[in-house]
């Protein structure tokens, strides 16, 4: 088996400070130092003192509060909803298959669409397309939009295109079961498809694209970097979740890797 030659991380580093969440999701890491933990470390030895342990520091480690939609994750179908079109249940995190993980990659580029536009089948097909891209069923396909341009600052979560329920089943339909994408969500960013709902009270139009994972069950990606380091094929992604039972989605170090 070759060893990948070149390995690109697109996964969100998880901290404090970065604007990568509404205010109410957003992640606390609370952190322990060797020297916080050196009584600690002592309790488990009696007659041990802190001077002698190295420098007084015993173990290092975090506490960390999030919601399983912080940082890089992957989506289950049972984050769209609980039950398929045939009332099937939608798989968990712990249930999704890792074959489904571990598969060559595509990367639309889409950062040229305007913030909020709802990508289309058409967009979609004249993208692959335009990269010479034949699709596969189970090619992993990571969308670019102009979003992670946006990493850190209120911009970040309003910022780029979304993917539409007719640009999903696209994928969907033939046979893809993992997708990415490099914004907060998968759809169009909420305050562009609330500006638009409110124009037509049409309520299928909110959040069309997860909604889409009940005909067609399937995985995406958010939250990914550096997708513009990528090239439009030819490479393989990796993004196994976090096995955590029952749940909606699970923190991924996803990556891209080159032969």
């Not at 030659?5 to 400070?17: G, R």
């Not at 124009?199 to 909604?211: C, L």
């Not at 992604?237 to 749940?247: D, E, H, L, R």
Request: charged fraction near 25%; glycine fraction near 8%; aromatic fraction near 10%.
């Amino acid at each position: 088996m070759q060893i990948p030659s070149k390995i690109i991380d697109i996964s969100m580093t998880l901290d404090n400070e970065t604007v990568s969440d509404p205010d109410m999701m957003r992640p606390e890491i609370e952190y322990f130092t060797g020297a916080d933990n050196a009584e600690m470390m002592c309790t488990f030895f009696p007659g041990l003192a802190p001077d002698d342990l190295p420098d007084g520091e015993a173990w290092s480690w975090e506490r960390l509060n999030l919601v399983t939609h912080n940082g890089t994750h992957l989506d289950a179908p049972y984050h769209f909803h609980s039950k398929d079109k045939d009332g099937g249940d939608m798989l968990t995190i712990d249930q999704v298959p890792l074959d489904w993980c571990f598969r060559p990659g595509v990367k639309l580029d889409f950062r040229g669409l305007e913030d909020g536009h709802v990508v289309s089948a058409a967009e979609v097909e004249a993208e692959l397309a335009r990269i010479g891209h034949d699709l596969q069923p189970l090619d992993i396909v990571l969308v670019n939009t102009r979003a992670s341009e946006c990493y850190g600052t209120d911009a970040y979560l309003t910022a780029g295109c979304g993917m539409g329920r007719e640009a999903t089943l696209y994928l969907t339909e033939r046979g893809v079961r993992v997708t990415g994408i490099d914004a907060w969500g998968w759809d169009a960013p909420f305050t562009h498809t609330a500006k638009r709902y409110q124009e037509s009270k049409d309520a299928s139009i909110i959040w069309e694209g997860h909604y889409s994972g009940i005909e067609v069950p399937y995985c995406h990606l958010e939250k990914l970097q550096h997708l513009e380091k990528l090239p439009g094929d030819g490479f393989f992604v990796a993004c196994f979740p976090c096995k955590i039972k029952g749940a909606s989605a699970g923190w991924t170090r996803a990556v891209a890797m080159f032969a």
